[in-house]
Every structure is written in C-alpha cells, then in structure tokens.
C-alpha cells in the first residue's frame, strides 16, 4: 500500500514490494497474479479497513444521530490518519477507467444497507423530514467524500472534531434560520 501510494500504479516495481515485505519476487506472484491484481487487492484492503473504522464507531453510539455522526469522524479519521488510501483512490482511477465501478464505490454500496435502514427509521419516527432514503444517503456519502479529498489535496490542517462539527451541524440544522426558512 504504501509504495503504490507514494509511486503510483504505473511506477511501482513488484520487486520494490517483495524486498520491503522481505519474501521473494515469485511468493507475491503465488498470491497476487499480477501488479494490478495486487494494487486493486492493497485498495480493497484500505476500503475494508474504512468499513470497520466506521461500523466500530458507529456501533459505540446509542442514539441513531450519534450513530451518524460517528461515521462522520470516523471516515474523515481514518482517511486523515491513512493519506495513502485516498492516494490509492486517485490511482485507481487514474489507470483503471475502464473498471466499471471503482473499489470505492463497490464497497459503499456493499456497505450502505444498515445506513438505509437507519435514515428511514429516522424518517418515519419524524426525526428526518419525509425525503427519498437514497437522496438523504447520497448526501451524505458525497459530503464525507468530498470533505475527504478536499482535505488530502488541500493539506487541511483544520481540526477534525471542527469539521466534524461544521458538516454534522448543516447536515443536522441546515443553513437557514428557522424564520426565514419559508
């Protein structure tokens, strides 16, 4: 993961990983059929870690909104304290346009179930205004993805718990004053 990271898919030497994990050039062939078949497993690797990141978070949280916001900072968490996983999203997309779904994007969806059943629990106890399930996921997941890559390229070095803050507080209240929301 790393050196894909730091090098790039195209500039990694399959070597350059044998030696750093100490085992032979043909071990990792025994596992890995080829550069890219090793690549796509070290960004499925990330993207799982992701996905225990953000259930162990969320599932510390009682409350459903809590639950939410967990997930918030445990994805903007994990991504500020592994860059190299956002770098292997960057690479993954740059040499492999043809994949029809990225690994990202595999995993969310494997993923979002339980989200779906919470927003819409949320919905029906009139927590959430009556909106399509989907609609209220996406913006979310967008919102945490876009924060994510703002982050990595901008070398953000605002506090976490801030951004947190700022993203839960208009997910949660919105941008306009309860007396000129009309």
Not at 59 to 83: K, M, Q, T
Not at 85 to 103: G, S, W
Not at 160 to 179: K, N, R, T
Request: glycine share 6%; with cysteine.
């Amino acid at each position: 993961t790393s050196i894909f990271a730091k090098q790039g898919f195209a500039e990694t030497d399959v070597q350059e990983i044998a030696d750093l994990v100490g085992v032979g050039k043909g071990t990792i062939y025994r596992y890995f059929p080829g550069k890219d078949v090793l690549f796509l497993s070290a960004v499925d690797f990330a993207m799982r870690q992701l996905t225990e990141a953000v259930n162990r978070a969320a599932a510390s949280a009682e409350h459903p909104l809590d639950r939410i916001a967990a997930g918030v900072r445990a994805y903007l968490s994990f991504f500020n304290e592994h860059p190299e996983a956002a770098e292997l999203l960057i690479h993954e997309r740059a040499h492999f346009r043809d994949r029809m779904t990225p690994t990202y994007f595999v995993h969310r969806e494997a993923n979002m179930a339980p989200w779906r059943a919470l927003i819409q629990d949320l919905i029906r106890q009139g927590v959430i205004r009556d909106v399509p399930v989907e609609r209220v996921v996406n913006a979310i997941s967008n919102l945490v993805y876009g924060t994510m890559f703002t982050n990595y390229f901008s070398g953000s070095n605002s506090p976490l718990s801030d951004q947190c803050d700022d993203i839960l507080d208009v997910l949660y209240h919105g941008i306009l004053s309860p007396h000129k929301s009309g």
